[in-house]
């Protein structure tokens, strides 16, 4: 089992900057990709980005290409994303993941708010 602990939300304004951290513990060696997924108020959790693991391949949500940039530490067992241009859409719940696939996670953190006021 993989533990996942989230740092880094807040409250910025519109085209501000903030960066997530994900702390990963636990049983790393069966991490093949990590990422992070999100979750407005009314909405569903959606894809944002991940990583894997081993190369360091990057995937993101359309949305966010551009603005946002995943990487990862392995020695720290850590992923970041990095959020700029932030827009006021992006405010919601950001979760850290862990998973089999690119887009598909089966641990989680407890997320972290991020709020982004107009």
């Known amino acids: 089992q993989v533990q996942l602990v989230e740092s880094g939300g807040g409250l910025v304004q519109a085209g501000g900057s903030l960066r997530l951290s994900c702390a990963a513990s636990?049983?790393?060696?069966?991490?093949?990709?990590m990422g992070w997924s999100r979750q407005a108020p009314g909405k569903e959790r959606e894809f944002v980005a991940s990583?894997?693991?081993?190369?360091?391949?990057?995937y993101y949500e359309d949305s966010v290409k551009g603005r946002f940039t995943i990487s990862r530490d392995n020695a720290k067992n850590t992923v970041y994303l990095q959020m700029n241009s932030l827009k006021p859409e992006d405010t919601a719940v950001y979760y850290c993941?862990?998973?089999?696939?690119?887009?598909?996670?089966?641990?989680w953190g407890q997320g972290t708010q991020v709020t982004v006021s107009s």
């Open positions: 993941a862990a998973g089999p696939r690119w887009d598909t996670f089966g641990s």
């Open positions: 990583i894997r693991w081993s190369s360091g391949s990057t």
């Open positions: 636990g049983r790393t060696f069966s991490i093949y990709y």
